[in-house]
């Protein structure tokens, strides 16, 4: 029997021009997470990452810690179709365009009054956003749908598990979204939001495990994060 650790990457720029790089507490959370792995003996036989920069910055500050722990880490795969899905991209597109819905005013006027809850309102916002989006009501040119973005995901999953040889422990470091639709897939879940709402779950440097055996595919553990304190967690 085989296992998948898929690890959501570390806490990125959130609020920042470029979303795509890790924050100061990011970067502790990644170097965390790779002593903790090392303190586990935990020796992967492959590892695979997406081509975002944050998800490639929390494996390669990984991959440090095995090194100073005297562990070995594989060089990592490049794997296009572990990014994440491209709501935010959209949503920085299409929002100025929906300044009339009667929601988005109502949490615009809530900020106003309130605006030391920015963070929160932020966060109802783009669900609200990101559901319209998954519903298909939402299609904004050049982005790719999430349609497409969960096939994506799917033939990523589908690829590492035909490479994997028996008793074989493989990395996936990759984004919440992708971790929500593999986890979708695996659980046979049908309906689209409640495997996208999978991705507000999903903390920061978390690790979900996967059993494979004989084409059989489990879930294992969901979103487990032993390795931060309180102070240290978030999920976005």
Known sequence: MSKIYLF????????KANYDVLSTNGEKQAAELGKYLCNKKLIFDK???????RQKHTQEIVAKEYISSGLTMPKPIILEDLNEHQATEAMKIEMPKMLEDEYLKSLKEK???????????????????????VNNEIIVEGIIPWKEF?????????????????GEKIA?????????????????????IAIANLNFSVRNTSFSK?????????????NELPHLKDEMITFV
Do not use: C
């Open 8 to 15: 959501r990457h570390a806490q990125a720029s959130i609020g």
């Open 47 to 53: 590892v695979y990452v997406g081509n975002l920069q």
């Open 111 to 133: 900020l106003i009054r309130n605006p030391e809850n920015k963070h929160s309102v932020m966060m109802l916002g783009f669900k609200y956003f990101f559901h319209k989006w």
């Open 150 to 166: 969960r096939k994506n995901s799917i033939n990523a999953l589908n690829q590492i598990k035909s490479e994997i040889k028996k």
């Open 172 to 192: 996936v470091f990759s984004s919440g979204g992708t971790i929500s639709s593999m986890i979708g897939e695996v659980l046979g879940i049908k309906r689209e």
């Open 210 to 222: 996967l059993l494979y055996s004989d084409k059989d595919t489990n879930l294992l553990t969901f």
